[in-house]
């Protein structure tokens, strides 16, 4: 399966952004995992920015900052976002509320509990009307997510905004959850060469395979510690704009090889 | 698109276990809705509750063991559907036989369960035995599935409210399509918690009544819980096939559709274009038809625009009530089964229609062969979803 990346958004501890992240990729500038700011999401009405919950600003965050470097238009890019756990914080609202003997539970977290409801805001936000699939794999969400946009790009011929993003869960669900840190990155991928296109991507499945890891230790914890953060083997490649391989687990029992090939 | 032969399905929910017993109860116009009551939960509603989900799973899979894994076990055991997986992997290998399964609301009934019972031990820790990977995770059901049936294809388990199990056809169409995997077991599972009962109940859109679809007195939505699943292949021999495929976003509101039904005509039509064919060529719509004011309106609207006021329509929620995440592959089943036997279901429980409605509602069973019919799944976020299926010549 082969496509085109068109630009990148980035959101986690010491990685704010593309721009200022790349650097870091690269290995110029140490890599500092700092406390993340809120990310208020732009896009949508201010009554709602402020109550949107955080796994919504989170994707926003990482949708926003690969749409800025990117002269496609929200509306024109089927989604996909992938995600193994979605709002966990609202998981554990709702099953408090449910807990307790008059079991009153708030309407507006019951809608935005659903595993969707970044893609739904997010459509709403960008009055994006196209195909949009949410989905989970648990570890293996980002690889699985990018074979569904891949196969949107493909068999589709759409461009695509693929969002990976998962949230530090409420300390009750830390144990069981596994999350130890909350992170989420963007790719826009298509099926033509654009001018600003940072690579051509191809991807292929094969029998389980060992994971491509990070050599600098901190940014290797980041990776292992949210499933969005499998993304960053990838992105290190394209930060240093050259040609590589980078191996991928996979949902199934099998994995991923992706071949990036620098313009 | 090129048409994608289903080779074998199966269906749960509260209609029975297996095909058999769901095209018999269409037949006898027999509701699997009843006044049970679901745990704990003390709301007047309707249920679709499946029986024979009270033994845990034991053996090799225990860990897994939660009301929708146990209700995904159940409908695996149903019209021998194990052994045609078992086949269909000796054909095309384990790696080659991906998994695309929706939920809505996963295993999050342990999750609650979880809760109370830190509760009663005064607060602290979950209960160790609580395993929040396994069961509350959306990807569960879709490892546990894969698991069962010892497939190592891709697998990965959509999750869009009440559109995610059609849209896992979508998923497994593009991803044949691509060379990701030579065939897939495509379906989903939803089954009965709290958090959907008092949750759409907070949302006023559940009913005391019975759900009545298109009714000018419907209330709302009666919960069910379901599970289903189909093999998908590319073959030459006649039967059953998905022809086409739709979604589109609403990009409306979070918990109410576009009332212009601008979505679900968006997703009816890209299905239809798939296809190749036109609306002459429809002979049914299984309607999303959740019985709530928004829904019903909205919907007919994109129908009749669509397809005229004349196309037989009908919603089989009044059957089975709304599964949600599984609403999905329970309606594609019943889409098949009319099909395959020549049966329209009627719009059960709707005494009469919604003047504001024009559809060609099923007032009663008809007995008539369709060859070409659109299953529509909408689900909250504005994720449309429509089937389209045909019999393969």
Known sequence: ?263 | MKPLRITDYTLTSALGAGRAAHLAALRMQRTGLSQVSFETCGLATWLGQVSGLATPISGEFADWDCRNNRLALLALQQDGFIQSVEQLRRRHGAHRVGVFLGTSTSGIHQTELAYQARDREGGGDLPASFDFGRTQNIYSCGDFVRRCLRLEGIAHVTSTACSSSAKAFASACRALQCGLCDAAVVGGVDSLCLTTLYGFNALQLLSAEICRPADAQRKGISIGEAAGFAIVEYSNAPGVALLGYGESSDAHHMSTPDPAGRGALAAMSAAMHRAGLEAADIGYVNLHGTGTQSNDLAEDKAVCELLGTGTPCSSTKGWTGHTLGAAGIVEASISLLVIENDLLPRSLNTRQRDAQIRGAILMENRDAHVPNLISNSFGFGGSNCSLLFGMQR
Request: proline fraction near 7%; hydrophobic fraction near 45%; charge should be negative.
């Open chain 1, 1 to 263: 399966m082969s496509m085109y990346i068109e630009s990148v958004g980035c959101c986690a501890p010491g990685l704010e952004g593309w721009a200022q992240s790349q650097p870091v990729l690269r290995g110029e500038r140490a890599y500092v995992p700092t406390q993340m700011p809120s990310h208020p999401p732009q896009r949508l009405p201010a009554n709602e920015r402020r109550r949107s919950p955080l796994a919504v600003r989170l994707a926003f965050a990482v949708a926003e900052d690969a749409l800025s470097a990117s002269t496609l238009q929200p509306d024109d890019l089927a989604t996909v976002f992938a995600s193994s756990d979605g709002d966990t914080h609202i998981v554990h609202r709702l099953c408090l509320a449910l807990a307790q003997p008059q079991r009153v539970v708030s309407p507006t977290d019951f809608h935005n509990s659903v595993h969707n409801s970044a893609a739904g805001y997010w459509s709403i936000a960008a009055g994006a009307k196209l195909t949009s699939t949410s989905l989970s794999a648990r570890h293996a969400s980002f690889a699985a997510g990018l074979l569904e946009a891949g196969a949107l790009v493909q068999a589709e011929n759409r461009d695509c905004l693929l969002v990976a993003f998962d949230v530090r869960p409420p300390e009750t669900l830390l144990a069981g959850c596994g999350i130890d840190q909350t992170a989420a990155f963007a790719l826009i991928l298509t099926p033509r060469r654009h001018p600003g296109s940072l690579a051509a991507l191809h991807v292929q499945t094969l029998a389980r395979v060992a994971e491509t890891r990070l050599e600098e230790p901190a940014l290797e914890e980041l990776r292992r510690s949210n499933p969005a953060a499998r993304a960053l083997p990838l992105l290190v490649h394209l930060a240093r704009r050259e040609s590589a391989t980078v191996l991928l687990d996979g949902a199934g029992g099998h994995g991923l090889q992706l071949e990036l090939q620098a313009p």
